[in-house]
């Protein structure tokens, strides 16, 4: 709200808000989005509205007034959050559309709001603050409840944002940090729990912008642009652009994700997407943390823009349109549908970026022009609240100035001064419309009148007299220019002062003289006399002298001002101290409590006293004088002509000082007073009540003179009231009254630089350094309606002519002379020129002298050489000679040193501009011309390749190698899956022969054995050979029998053709087109024929280029050949007549456009050449700058900068001559060696009468002379034909490969357009296409899984086989073992077959001991039915029956073991078998749902791929047609129309109209066939019936000859090995051996048990004797115990009775003597065994321990089970 002084009727609406100019385009996040078309932002103190279609603006102003420091709109767009500034200050929420104030939520932070967000839920809001509590809180705004809260860090935090996708996150960002929160219950409730983001090896950085990912990973920018990605609070990789470049130049602003795209808005202005699943997984192998990739997608928003953040547009059906913050000033609309129908970025708005240095309202209508840091100066019509024009320039403005009526009476012109320096003069004008459909939105602009430079440095202040005749610039250069101003302004002169300047203001007008007061940044003032135009002398300079000059430096009294107001206010209390005790005392006094005598002992009284005397005795308190001055803000003249006012900054704030020029006689008069220390001091301070000694950093008077507008240092404008009381017009800030005050601008860095009213005083206009300009109004709404009826914005009328006016070139150069400068530089320009004269002179009569002593040398010679004089003679000092010899070497020298810089760098330039524009090329442009004709043929101009176009070919040629070696790789693993098993059982069979072939090694028979064997196995080998050679006649016939699902090659091969190109030929616009595998396009394929077809252009181009320079080599060979002959020609020629002489053939010339490389060639003449040209055009140059005279033309033009180094390009053709000669060197030498004609006879030649013979020679002679010359001449002309018809043959080529390349360049085209679409499409094509590849995977990993599964199925079946095999040969080697009629087979059947529990296995784990103790009791209670069966039958199987032999009983229970393991062993198999087929069918029933995925996957990708060929579709091809192609014809005529017509190859035409036929012939064909089969095939059936009879003939002959020798069917193979088996022999014999081999081992072991024997016995022995001696000293040990006991009898109770230690003793040999005694009875059991005749002992179940333990161990346990 606004402030005033109290009972002053100021009303709170003394300035209301008209219009705002300006946004706070540096604010972080300052755009949001309210609804599709209106937008929030802050603008110093107020939130502004902005409607983007009417342009309408509505305004908040901050409740605190301290400002705005952030905005939240909540994602129903129904309410939106201001966070604001100030001491404990509010979030306020507004509802919106009604902007009712809805929540308020109190004491988040101490003084500002940095930012604040809300949830996605929208029910939580987080705000951050600033110093000096960086105070992170949530909140539960609805309820205006605290949730959590928490200090984010110890420096500024930028930012704070929830998560996305997981609630209770959020991160917060600022200087040199990242943190990560989490909202977590604890024990003791909610909590806010932060990790700080360590850099590690990554350099720290402010981060602006950051996102967080949907899996909790952190995306974040950099300072340098490269994006961080952030996982647990550690960087897991660094991600950059390819070749290591960074993602943005620049600081990343913003992270944005949106429909599953990463977009980063970069301070580089530009706009990228990238894929995020890439940056999602991204990973770095190498050791710098870096991980390449490229945007899939990218705006450049324009060249001069910074962007800042971003928001995306609500309308549902605009939902790529986003809006953009420029920090360079401008709201921007962009589109980021990235295809080809989207809008280019438009700049809706355009503002002022950074501080607003200049404002000037027009005198005479309702314009106001601003300036700023930005480098432009802006009109703006604020009554229809619209900008006019703008112009930028290359410097920023700093100061602007609208020039008065009294100069230009239309209030055309504008001032403005730059940071350069520079200052330029402009017209406003109104623009007049030519064109009646050019846009009515700019109806004015700004043109550059003048333009000069009198500063070398920032121009602070401009000032025009009140006359209007002289303006006055100020600088930080510390000088004052001085122009007098008519049509022109023209320089007058400028003085040095003793500061920077910061403010300067001219005497009024009624003042006696014309003064220009200035005010210093160091606390100076200065008064200058203004000086009269044209009387001083500025031909070498313009500083001018003996201008009265006042001087006054400003001395600080803030700090004994302070103590006068604290002595005053004291002085005031005690007063009223004094007056309310006079006042108790006599209340006391009339009601007698207390007397006269009574007032002296009052205790306050002399405590009041006592505390006065002590402050009395403190030390006065010393005066406080800051160290550097405070600067002047402003500076004007008081109502006496020697008295100003001043406003200062820093530490004298706080007061408008009025101050004095001190004269001589006050300076004596306070010196003889001894007041030096007040000399200078401000006469009188006006205290500013309000502004807490902030700075007043401008001021402006109303013109009704009785108010002043003053701008603060903290953003407020104030309105101070004078008091008018006077009838004069001067100006007397002396009698303040009351003021009104209003907090405008931003409080932190929006200082008001310019305050100032309209012509008319009702508007106020104020600028700030926060980049806002605020318009206000300055009376009642009613009379501001009334003014817009009447007043309009009156745009000042282009002078007459002023469109047809020279353009007054600007000053762009940053290093432009100023006028001082340029001044200097025209004065030694001329010494300079006088110098030059003066050597020419100098030269001119050495060059005389010179003539002189030459004619001395020449008379010289003329005389007798006797009196001639020697050369030597002729020097006056030979010395002298060599000093000027030398002199001339070193000065040399020293050129060279000088010009080495410059040479360097002109070389470096020459190669930077041979490497840019013709390293490039690859060839240049050779025109090849025929000789006789005028026919030309001209080379391709081809660029090389760039190494971009490698790389790509390079990543396309490895990418085809990786597709090949997965395609190998990837082949289908079911085909090595299904061929294991038999590779697995051949392995097997092969182990097993090598095996069987040993065995037939290591025994082999002898004797008659031997011979009996072996002749009948020959037998049986040669009916096996028999056999086996029918086998393989059978196998053979079945191996040629194709399978039932067999399919010939040659149709398999016809119908894919037939499927692939017969058919009604669908064209890829139908709808139900279906695209093929291999015609399926995407980026990368297309990319790759991209990079094909530019390869292919590039080589036909070079080959062509090849060609055309062979041929232009043979030109030089064929002049070179012409030169021979000519020469030639000419030798020939010397000896004939001169009647008979033929003219000689012309020698072609070589242009310069068939050897362009000769262009960049010199020589030495033709550097001198150019030396001339430049010296003629320097001459020139300087001739035109002599020429000139004055100021110029105009101020810019005769300021202009001096020409740079001789640089002038010469002209080519008068320089041609420089170059190389077009013809060889050869050329120029024959040419100048030729000469016309022939040498004649001499006159003195006698005639001689010649014989026969000499004649006929003679003759003979000029024959042969004569052919040898028409022979010459024709080679030459042949020469010249047969290249002449070589070129027109290359012409011809050119002209068809021209055609090819340029229909190659409209495929490039198309090409490219494809490129382009497709890349849209990329991201969905790629997703798609990972899904389908997924699912494929999927299936072959399931189709494997089932393989395997199956396999091991197969396996399980064939183990279980080869049990049941072993089953059944078991069985038959227990019936072989029977034998026929045994007495006891039932018993040994019944012993064979029966089932009994048996002991598991040692080696099982605890827990399958558990296991199995649980089957044992299953086992027990299945069995206890069959055991009581064997019970009744009293069959004990233990126990050999007697007449049994031992043998075949032990025998038959071996068998029943190993029976019994075969049944658990195939139940187990069986139990594996089951659940392997369980797994197959779980398997099969996932691979269906796969397939069923798949399908579906596969679906959806080719209706995408349907969607992207409807897009090709869409784009244009050109094909290039001639008449005759084109066969569409509409009534016998070509219609313009030929949108419907169908291109189509003739070829393809040809062939269709040749299949028709074709598929004729093929059905007659194929009928035939079909007729001629069908025979074939009842014939065929025929014969199968009558073999089939046949073998069964003679199936059932075999089995009645088999009936009759055996008597019943047999298998002949068995039979054969029953009758001689050499296996069975072979081990019977090994039996033998191996028996006798273990009775000898038997026997050696019996020995060995025997010598055992003995030594347990004699160990036995010994230990027993040790028992005894230890019974008999146990025995004596207790007598020896009982005598003691009883000798002590009442001692050493605590041993009485045996010892612990004795006892276990004792019990420990007892139990070893036991242990011994069992063993000895277990060897006597073992040699009672090992002594029966025929005895066994089944192997222990463990091996046998050593010998040495055998004292300790166990017996093993033997026997068999029981």
């Known amino acids: 709200m606004a402030r005033s002084t109290e009972d002053s009727g100021l009303p709170p609406n003394l300035l209301s808000v008209h219009h705002s100019f300006g946004y706070d385009c540096m604010k972080r996040s300052n755009l949001q989005m309210l609804d599709p078309n209106t937008v929030v932002f802050a603008a110093g103190n107020i939130v502004q509205i902005l409607n983007l279609q009417t342009k309408e603006q509505q305004y908040l102003r901050s409740s605190s007034g301290g400002g705005i420091g952030a905005i939240a709109v909540h994602p129903s767009r129904k309410y939106f959050a201001v966070a604001e500034k100030g001491d404990k200050p509010n979030i306020n929420i507004f509802e919106y559309p009604s902007l009712k104030l809805y929540r308020i939520l109190r004491l988040g932070t101490e003084n500002a709001y940095s930012f604040v967000d809300f949830n996605p839920s929208g029910d939580l809001l987080a705000s951050v603050g600033s110093e000096p509590d960086f105070m992170l809180t949530v909140w539960d705004w609805a309820q205006e409840h605290i949730v959590l809260r928490s200090k984010a860090f110890s420096q500024d935090v930028f930012r704070v944002t929830f998560s996305p996708e997981n609630e209770g996150h959020l991160t917060t960002s600022g200087s040199g940090h990242i943190r990560f929160w989490k909202m977590a219950h604890t024990f003791t409730g909610l909590k806010l729990q932060g990790q700080l983001g360590k850099f590690g090896r990554t350099e720290i950085s402010d981060i602006e912008g950051f996102v967080e990912l949907p899996d909790g990973k952190v995306l974040s920018g950099t300072e340098w642009g490269n994006m961080l990605l952030w996982d647990g609070g550690l960087i897991k990789v660094q991600v950059c652009r390819k070749n290591k470049k960074n993602c943005h130049a620049g600081n990343i602003e913003q992270f944005v994700m949106d429909e599953g795209e990463l977009i980063t808005i970069g301070a580089d202005g530009f706009v990228r ?100 840091v930005d480098h432009s100066v802006r009109v703006y019509d604020y009554m229809s609240k619209t900008p006019l024009c703008q112009m930028k320039f290359n410097s920023g403005g700093s100061v602007l100035t609208w020039v008065p009526q009294i100069i230009d009476p239309k209030g055309s012109t504008v001032i403005a001064g730059f940071e350069d320096g520079v200052v330029r003069v402009l017209n406003v004008y109104k623009k007049e419309m030519k064109d009646k459909k050019q846009s009515q939105d700019v109806t004015a602009e700004l043109l550059l009148k003048q333009v000069f430079k009198p500063h070398s440095s920032k121009v602070k202040a401009l000032a025009l007299d009140s006359k209007g005749e002289i303006l006055a610039t100020g600088g930080d250069d510390q000088t004052v220019f001085f122009f007098s101003v008519g049509d022109r302004i023209e320089p007058i002169g400028f ?61 600080s009294i803030k700090s004994r001002l302070r103590k006068e107001e604290e002595e005053a206010r004291k002085a005031a209390e005690e007063e009223e101290r004094r007056k309310e005790e006079e006042r108790q005392r006599q209340i006391r006094r009339e009601r007698g409590i207390e007397s006269d005598d009574e007032d002296d002992g009052d205790p306050d009284k002399k405590g009041y006293d006592e505390k006065k005397a002590e402050e009395e005795e403190e030390a006065e308190e010393v005066l406080f004088i800051p160290e550097e001055p405070s600067p002047i803000h402003y500076v004007s003249y008081s109502t006496n002509e020697d008295h100003f006012w001043l406003s200062m900054g820093a530490y004298d704030a706080g007061y408008l000082y009025e101050c004095t020029f001190v004269t001589d006689k006050e300076r004596e008069a306070k010196t003889k007073a001894g007041l030096e220390d007040r000399i200078g001091d401000a006469r009188q301070a006006i205290p500013m009540d309000g502004t807490n000694d902030v700075p007043v950093t401008c001021m402006h008077f109303s013109p009704g003179r009785d108010q002043v507008l003053m701008g603060l240092e903290d953003g407020s404008v104030r309105v101070q009231m004078l008091e008018t009381g006077t009838q004069t017009k001067q100006l007397d800030l002396s009698k303040p009254s009351a003021y009104w005050s209003l907090n405008i601008h931003d409080n932190n860095y929006g200082k008001l630089t310019h305050a100032a009213t309209s012509y008319d005083n009702q508007f106020v206009f104020t600028t ?62 001329k010494m300079r020129r006088e110098a030059e004269e003066k050597k020419l002179n100098v030269r001119r009569t050495i060059a005389q002298l010179r003539r002189q002593f030459k004619k001395l040398l020449e008379k010289n010679k003329e005389l007798p050489e006797h009196l001639q004089l020697e050369r030597k003679e002729f020097e006056m000092d030979p010395e002298m000679k060599k000093v ?24 470096i330039a020459l190669d930077k501009l041979k490497h840019r524009f013709r390293d490039e090329l690859e060839t240049d442009r050779i025109v090849v011309v025929a000789i006789k004709t005028e026919h030309t043929v001209s080379s391709f101009r081809a660029a090389r390749l760039s190494k971009e176009f490698f790389r790509l070919k390079m990543e396309m040629e490895n990418r085809k190698a990786t597709t090949l070696t997965e395609k190998g790789v990837s082949r289908d693993p ?66 040629s029998k194709p399978p039932d699902d067999y399919e010939d090659p040659a149709d398999v091969s016809a119908i894919k053709e037939a499927q692939e190109n017969m058919g009604d030929y669908k064209l890829k616009t139908a709808k139900d087109y279906t695209v093929p595998e291999h015609l399926r396009m995407n980026a990368l394929k297309k990319r790759n024929q991209l990079l094909l077809l530019i390869e292919e252009i590039y080589n036909h181009k070079m080959h062509f280029n090849g060609r055309l320079i062979t041929l232009r080599d043979k030109k030089i060979s064929l002049i070179e050949k012409i030169i021979q002959y000519r020469q030639e020609l000419i030798e020939v020629q010397s000896k004939l007549n001169p009647e008979q002489r033929k003219p000689l053939p012309a020698i072609p010339d070589l242009l310069p456009c068939e050897v362009p490389e000769r262009q960049y060639q010199y020589t030495r003449e033709s550097l001198k050449k150019f030396k001339e040209n430049m010296e003629k055009q320097r001459a020139e140059d300087q001739a035109k700058a002599a020429g000139a005279s004055g100021f110029g033309t105009g101020f810019g033009s005769g300021f202009s900068a001096p020409p740079p180094a001789a640089t002038a390009a010469v002209d080519p053709k008068a320089d041609a001559s420089t170059y190389p000669t077009s013809t060889s060197p050869s050329v120029d030498k024959l040419k100048s060696s030729i000469s016309v004609g ?63 390349i340029k229909n190659a360049d409209l495929r490039h085209v198309t ?41 091991k199925l197969d396996n399980k079946k064939k183990d279980i086989e080869k049990l049941q095999e072993k089953e059944k040969a078991l069985y038959a080697q227990f019936q072989q073992s029977l034998g026929e009629n045994n007495k006891f087979a039932d018993f040994l059947t019944k012993v064979f077959k029966k089932k009994i529990k048996r002991a598991k296995k040692k080696a099982q784990t605890e827990e399958g001991s558990d296991e199995e103790s649980e089957e044992e009791s299953e086992d027990e209670s299945d069995w206890s039915s069959e055991e009581d069966e064997s019970d009744s039958e009293a069959l004990d199987d233990s126990v050999c029956p007697p007449g049994l032999e031992q043998e075949m009983f032990d025998n038959v229970c071996a068998m029943r073991e190993k029976r019994l393991d075969i049944e658990e062993a195939m139940a187990e198999e069986k139990k594996v078998h089951d659940g392997l087929k369980k797994e197959v069918d779980t398997l099969q029933k996932k691979a269906k749902i796969i397939d069923s995925s798949l399908r579906t996957a596969e679906a959806d990708l080719e209706a995408f791929q349907l969607e992207k060929q409807q897009k090709l579709n869409e784009l244009h091809v050109v094909v290039a047609l001639k008449l005759h192609q084109i066969e569409y014809m509409v009534n016998g005529v070509v219609p313009q129309d030929l949108q419907h017509c169908l291109v189509f190859t003739c070829a393809g035409m040809v062939r269709l109209q040749r299949r028709i036929r074709e598929l004729k012939d093929e059905k007659a064909s194929q009928r035939r066939h079909y007729k001629e089969h069908r025979q074939q095939h009842v014939q065929l059936i025929k014969d199968r019936k009558l073999m089939e009879a046949k073998i069964q003939e003679l199936e059932e002959k075999c089995n009645e000859m088999m ?111 036991q242990l011994q005694a069992q063993e000895i009875d277990a060897l006597k059991e073992e040699i009672g065994l090992l002594s029966r005749k025929g005895g066994h002992i089944l192997p222990p179940t463990q091996p046998p321990l050593p010998h040495t333990a055998t004292s300790s161990m166990g017996r093993p346990v033997t026997g068999t089970n029981p």
Not at 498 to 515: A, E
Not at 800 to 820: A, C, F, T
Not at 1331 to 1345: G, I, L, T
């Open 273 to 372: 997407v990238w894929d995020f699943e890439t940056i999602d997984t991204a990973d770095s192998p190498e050791e710098s943390g870096l991980f390449e990739m490229e945007p899939m997608n990218e705006l450049k928003v324009g060249n001069d823009v910074s962007l800042r953040s971003m928001v995306k547009s609500v309308d549902p059906e605009a939902q790529s349109l986003w809006y953009a913050q420029d920090s360079k000033g401008g709201i921007w609309k962009l589109d980021l549908s990235f295809s080809h129908t989207t809008k280019p970025p438009e700049k809706l708005f355009s503002y002022h970026a950074g501080e607003i240095t200049g404002l000037a309202p027009s005198p005479n209508s309702h314009l106001v022009a601003t300036t700023a």
């Open 495 to 555: 003085i040095e002062i003793s500061g920077p300047v910061s403010y300067m203001t001219w005497s009024p007008g009624h003042f006696d003289k014309n003064l220009l007061l200035i005010a210093c940044d160091n606390g100076f003032v200065i008064e200058v006399e203004a000086p009269e135009p044209g009387t001083y002398d500025t031909s070498k300079t313009y500083q001018i002298s003996g201008l009265a000059i006042r001087e006054y430096r400003f001395k």
């Open 768 to 829: 700030g350094a926060d980049g806002n300009f605020f318009v206000f109004d300055l009376m009642s709404e009613e009379k501001i309606e009334e003014a817009k009826k009447i007043a309009r914005a009156k745009i000042p009328s282009a002078r007459k002519g002023l469109e047809d006016e020279k353009r007054v070139e600007d000053i762009d150069q940053k290093g432009y002379y100023s006028i001082e400068t340029e001044k200097q530089k025209a004065e030694q320009d």
């Open 884 to 907: 000027l010899e030398k002199e001339k070497l070193d000065k040399m020298d020293l050129v060279r040193k000088e010009l080495a810089w410059d040479s360097e760098k002109l070389k």
């Open 974 to 1039: 079911t085909k090595d899956l299904s061929g294991a098993g038999d590779k697995e059982a051949e392995a097997a069979e092969e182990e097993v022969q090598p095996g069987q072939q040993d065995v037939k090694k290591t025994t082999v028979l002898t004797g008659r054995m031997g011979e009996k064997v072996a002749k009948a196995l020959q037998k049986v080998e040669k009916a096996k050979q028999k056999r086996a050679a029918r086998q393989a006649q059978w196998d053979s016939l079945y191996s």
């Open 1238 to 1300: 022939s040498t004649s006879a001499s006159p003195s030649e006698t005639e001689i009468e010649l014989s026969a013979m000499e004649i006929q020679l003679m003759k003979a002679e000029e024959i042969r002379l004569l052919y040898q010359q028409d022979k010459l001449i024709a080679k030459v002309q042949e020469m010249i034909v047969n290249f002449d018809a070589e070129l027109r043959l290359l012409r011809h080529d050119k002209l068809n490969l021209e055609i090819d």
């Open 1311 to 1351: 090409l490219f357009q494809e490129l382009q679409l497709l890349k849209e499409f990329e991201k969905r094509e790629n997703v798609l296409a990972d899904k389908v590849e997924a699912k494929n995977k999927e299936k072959s990993d399931m189709q494997m899984k089932v393989m395997e599964c199956q396999q």
């Open 1603 to 1713: 009936m009759l020798k055996f008597g019943r069917i047999v298998d002949l193979e068995k039979l054969e090995t029953v009758g001689v088996n050499r296996n069975i022999e072979e081990l019977k014999e090994k039996l033998r051996i191996n028996e006798y081999a273990h009775a000898e081992e038997l026997r050696k072991i019996e020995d060995k048990i025997a010598l055992k024997k003995e030594r347990i016995t004699e160990l036995t022995r010994d230990n027993t004797e040790k028992l005894e001696q230890l019974t008999l000293l146990l025995g004596e040990n207790k007598e020896l115990e009982t005598q003691l006991d009883s000798r002590q009898k009442n001692l050493g109770g605590e041993f009485q009775g045996a010892r612990k230690a004795d006892m276990r003793e004792r019990q420990r040999l007892i139990q070893l003597v």
